[in-house]
């Protein structure tokens, strides 16, 4: 069975502080993955998107993607309480198919 | 990215009924997709639809249960037949864009509409 994998938290950090969420998943062909932030009772927003090994910013936040270990990686800076969320990590297993699979989400908490 | 609308947001239902939920897109899109996110999970695909085309459903989901209608570019709608309480869930559509600067099938997001909220009772 495909999967990803994500710690559910949840993880608590200080406000000004850098976040990091992690994700590995299972399918070593899987070439596209992202980043959702969901807040409690709404729907899934797209913060993230990575496709090649390395890194990728976009203001406070950069992606990380490691394809040999089958790991991607979020990272907020400067963490402000408004931060707090729950981060999905969904990946594209099937290329064909193009539907995400979803981790389970990481609960960020930011404390003021 | 894309503006995109469900209805109803939210719903009561009794055991045994059905609802049909819409999903409504401001541009044309060829892939949509339908997911469940039920009760402190994450999100589950349900379907994949493509205008033109019968929908794909993934294991554990059929179609006699969840019928899926696909036919434009721009509308989708999904329903819930036969509701039991353990279809109580929020249902989600998306939508794949290329973003712009993209290129080929890998850079494709999904962008999610705000759900529907649905009770069986």
Redesign the interface.
């Known amino acids: 069975q495909k999967e990803v994998e994500q710690n559910s938290g949840p993880l608590s950090v200080p406000e000004g502080a850098i976040a990091s969420l992690n994700c590995t998943y299972s399918d070593r062909g899987s070439?596209?993955f992202?980043w959702?932030r969901q807040y409690s009772g709404?729907?899934?927003?797209?913060i993230m998107?990575i496709?090649s090994n390395g890194d990728k910013e976009d203001g406070r936040f950069t992606a990380q993607l490691n394809k040999a270990s089958q790991y991607v990686s979020l990272l907020i800076r400067d963490s402000q309480p408004s931060d707090s969320a729950t981060y999905?990590c969904?990946v594209?297993m099937d290329?064909g198919?193009?539907?995400?699979?979803?981790?389970?989400?990481t609960r960020l908490q930011v404390q003021p | 990215s894309a503006v995109i609308s469900q209805k109803p947001s939210r719903d009561i239902c009794q055991r045994g009924t059905s609802l049909t939920i819409q999903c409504q897109v401001d541009s044309q899109v060829t892939m949509m997709f339908w997911y469940r996110q039920q009760p402190g999970q994450s999100l589950t695909l349900i379907a994949t639809a493509n205008q033109g085309s019968e929908a794909t459903y993934e294991s554990g989901f059929v179609i006699d249960k969840f019928p899926i209608s696909r036919p434009n570019l721009t509308f989708s709608t999904l329903t819930v037949s036969n509701m039991s309480p353990e279809d109580s869930s929020i249902y989600l559509c998306s939508v794949e864009i290329s973003p712009e600067g993209g290129s080929g099938i890998y850079s494709y997001e999904q962008y999610f509409g705000p759900g529907t909220r649905l009770t069986v009772t």
Do not use: I, N
């Open positions: 070439q596209s992202f959702y709404k729907s899934p927003e797209l998107s496709y999905l969904a594209v290329t198919r193009r539907a995400l699979t979803f981790g389970s989400g």
